[in-house]
């Protein structure tokens, strides 16, 4: 189509650039309705977790949170990597006001969670961080408790809950079983799944430990970006929680925990019987329920693929609304009913 003929040159030249500028509106509005839309930033946290306590609990001193009434039943819940007790802040004083002692421990390599000796291996093995759960149960008097958890806390309360099922009443696990094997860990992944693990692999290098060390807040805020890709956290809450990864034993800890996963990294071998049980893939038999949020962004098992594991009485929920990896932090209302309709299962 040919332009109008106009004689005035400056009306010609006004009719240009208002074109022009209706023509770029015009894509910009189209872009904008194609490009998935963030998720609005979450409330900013108005729960507290409370003064942290220290208990001696087998080879560590643990920092954990605890708030509710002392004779409540007892619901135990485990962050992941690379996280902290902070993903719980708002997911806690919901279920205190349902009459629930909640206990948040910091683990390994986190927070105020130290080693006690030295000289004391700085092993991250899954099966030596659920024991660590138990040893928290025995320090504090606890018989049994619901445990919950997601990513590390996930995998910790799963072994709890096989391990141990006459000390866990109920399990609430993000992304469902994710109990593992250095076996099993070692068979290749088609090509798009290794890309996901890109950090396992650059774990596996002394670059890649030295390059953790000297960027830790870097790396993990990059970490809770591509996890929960919808999630618009800001720097306060992140800054909450990076105050963990300063723990003398962090890097140490998040560095076996991955290479132990690839063969890369001995065990000790007072966990050797546990992890040879666990290899086997034993099924969960107490009441679970697992969740997963629609927009996780980090490696994740189908929920198809471990249904058969959950023997006992089971739901899964899938969390809408673009819920990121990091489920208790992003959704804590879905997480807290999951923990009180478990509860119920349980009987």
């Not at 490009?35 to 609990?57: E, N, W």
Request: net charge neutral.
């Amino acid at each position: 189509m040919n332009e109008p003929a106009i004689a005035d040159p400056k009306r010609r030249d006004l009719l240009r650039l208002a074109t022009a500028a209706a023509a770029a509106t015009l894509v910009a509005g189209r872009a904008c309705a194609q490009a998935p839309a963030a998720r609005p930033a979450p409330p900013r946290p108005t729960g507290s977790l409370g003064p942290i306590k220290q208990v001696d609990a087998g080879p560590l001193s643990i920092g954990y949170a605890e708030i509710g009434p002392a004779g409540g039943a007892p619901v135990l819940l485990f962050h992941g990597w690379p996280y902290d007790i902070h993903a719980f802040t708002e997911v806690a004083p919901r279920l205190v006001a349902k009459g629930y002692r909640v206990i948040i421990p910091h683990l390994r390599g986190h927070g105020s969670t130290v080693f006690r000796s030295a000289s004391a291996p700085r092993n991250a093995q899954q099966a030596a961080l659920a024991t660590d759960g138990i040893e928290l149960m025995n320090a504090l008097g606890i018989q049994k408790a619901i445990v919950a958890g997601f990513d590390w806390g996930a995998r910790t309360a799963g072994i709890m809950a096989v391990q141990w099922p006459e000390r866990c009443k109920a399990l609430v696990s993000v992304s469902g079983y994710l109990i593992g094997s250095q076996a099993g860990n070692a068979k290749p992944l088609p090509p798009e799944a290794e890309l996901q693990w890109w950090y396992q692999f650059y774990f596996a290098t002394e670059r890649g430990k030295a390059g953790y060390a000297a960027n830790t807040e870097a790396f993990n805020r990059l970490i809770w970006k591509l996890a929960s890709p919808q999630w618009s956290f800001d720097d306060a809450t992140f800054a909450r929680s990076a105050t963990s990864f300063a723990n003398p034993d962090h890097v140490a800890i998040v560095i076996h925990n991955y290479r132990w996963r690839l063969g890369l990294a001995d065990g000790e071998r007072t966990y050797d019987e546990m992890e040879a049980r666990l290899a086997a893939a034993p099924p969960v038999t107490i009441p679970s329920i697992t969740m997963e949020g629609d927009a996780n962004g980090a490696p994740h098992p189908a929920p198809a693929a471990y249904r058969p594991k959950f023997t006992g009485a089971y739901e899964h929920r899938l969390i809408t609304g673009g819920i990121g990896h990091n489920l208790p932090q992003e959704a804590p209302a879905a997480f807290a009913q999951a923990i009180l309709d478990v509860d119920r299962l349980a009987g």
